[in-house]
Nanobody
């Protein structure tokens, strides 16, 4: 059974940093893409960042480019999202996802975590 478990969310002031973690288990992810999406209150879930499990093909939403970094530790089967220079508009529930296609369309992702709340105060 595939499990994606996020952690690392919390409350931070604008300009601060957080690192989200996504522990993946239940299958081999070597042929998968890993990604992060977020959903703010009363808004649709949106793409944040993605990469192939190998670490290649990293892509970012324009809103987070140059502030967020996606990475992974293969030995720990964990994917990270380092978030710097946080803004109040980054406030959302952040979800980890795994999928064979790994596009910016959330419909193409196969597995989802339960989400972790990130709140950025002004």
């Amino acid at each position: 059974q595939v499990q994606l478990v996020e952690s690392g969310g919390g409350l931070v002031q604008a300009g601060g940093s957080l690192r989200l973690s996504c522990a993946a288990s239940g299958r081999t992810f070597s042929s998968y893409a890993m990604g992060w999406f977020r959903q703010a209150p009363e808004k649709e879930r949106e793409f944040v960042a993605a990469m192939r499990w190998s670490g290649s093909s990293k892509s970012y939403a324009d809103a987070v480019k140059d502030r967020f970094t996606i990475s992974r530790d293969g030995a720990k089967n964990t994917v990270y999202l380092q978030m710097n220079s946080l803004k109040p508009e980054d406030t959302a529930v952040y979800f980890c996802a795994a999928g064979q296609l790994g596009t910016r369309d959330m419909g193409t992702w196969d597995y989802w975590g339960q989400g972790t709340q990130v709140t950025v105060s002004s």
